[in-house]
């Protein structure tokens, strides 16, 4: 009977999906991981196009695996996400990154990113109180970055959230701007302090005309709305100074910086290029 047992697991396992297994390892290996605390905030600076000076950090979330070192998100949030951890994991995030922010200078802001998921944890409030009550950053300084996919669900509770994060003086940036189905409506929704303009048409600014058209229409929005425009992946100066022209209020990117670990901001506030 033992043979047989032994033998029909192995048919199973041959049997099955080799992507449904190697998922079935990962969402193992992420739960034993949020448990040994192998998750770290890596920081990346934005700054303002027109003085250069460093606004901003946003951090972005790395796992440090012990066997396959260090692991980005997009290997690891989508599962995140579907199995629930993220909700543990965002929770980390914004704690250590308030903890780490309230350090820095205090005209430097942090941003967080904030995922769907999140927005239906009845306690996602509540975690960003603790978070900032347990670090004593000023909820001013603490900018919360979402996508689109967010006021897609659930859009009455979701405003409420949002609008009651707001009255706490947290900011609210709509991320991925460009990349969705109707980002326009979106402005109209809800009334975000910043707008960040995807990668996509920033590194196709030098060679496309349209991706030029685009960024001008957005930062031009930005203006008549009295809402901040951030440009994400500037990799080099052409680049940044044609964002320069367009008169977009602040740039993020490799130009200035890789993400790095929380003990090299110091040297991204003092050096204006790193790679
Ligand atoms: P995102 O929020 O759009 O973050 C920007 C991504 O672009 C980061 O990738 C960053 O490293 C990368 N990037 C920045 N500058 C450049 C550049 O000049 N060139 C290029 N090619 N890339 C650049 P990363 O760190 O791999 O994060 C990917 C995505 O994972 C993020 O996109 C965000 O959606 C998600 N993510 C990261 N951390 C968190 C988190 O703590 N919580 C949640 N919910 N999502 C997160
Ligand atoms: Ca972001
Ligand atoms: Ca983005
Ligand atoms: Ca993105």
Request: aromatic fraction near 8%; charged fraction near 25%; hydrophobic fraction near 45%.
């Amino acid at each position: 009977a033992k043979a047989d047992g032994r033998g029909t697991y192995r048919f199973f396992e041959t049997g099955m999906d080799a992507r449904a297994q190697a998922r079935r390892l990962l969402e193992m290996d992420l739960r034993a991981a949020v448990q040994r605390d192998e998750f770290e905030a890596y920081y990346q600076p934005i700054r303002d196009v027109a003085s250069g000076r460093v606004v901003a950090f946003e951090a972005l979330l790395r796992w440090n695996h012990p066997q396959r070192g260090l692991i980005a998100p997009i290997d690891f949030i989508p599962l995140a996400e579907e199995t629930g951890l993220i909700v543990q994991l965002g929770e980390f995030v914004l704690r250590s990154a308030c903890i780490d922010a309230a350090t820095w200078p205090d005209d430097v802001d942090l941003a967080v990113n904030l995922s769907p998921v999140q927005f239906k944890n009845p306690n996602l409030i509540a975690s960003v109180i603790a978070a900032l009550a347990a670090s004593g950053l000023d909820a001013r300084r603490l900018e919360l970055e979402i996508t689109e996919s967010v006021l897609l669900q659930n859009s009455e509770a979701t405003l409420t959230t949002l609008h009651e994060l707001r009255a706490m003086g947290v900011r609210i940036s709509l991320d991925d701007f460009g990349t969705g189905y109707s980002s326009l409506s979106y402005l109209r929704s809800f009334p975000f302090d910043k707008i960040k303009i995807d990668r996509s048409f920033v590194s196709e600014l030098a060679t496309r005309e349209d991706s030029m058209a685009i960024i001008r229409a957005v930062t031009s929005l930005g203006r008549s709305l009295g809402i901040v425009t951030t440009a994400e992946g500037v990799e080099n100066d052409a680049q940044l100074e044609l964002l320069r022209r367009e008169g977009c209020t602040q740039a993020q990117g490799y130009l200035f910086s890789k993400p790095r670990p929380a003990s090299d901001v110091a040297v991204m506030l003092n050096r204006p290029r790193l790679l």
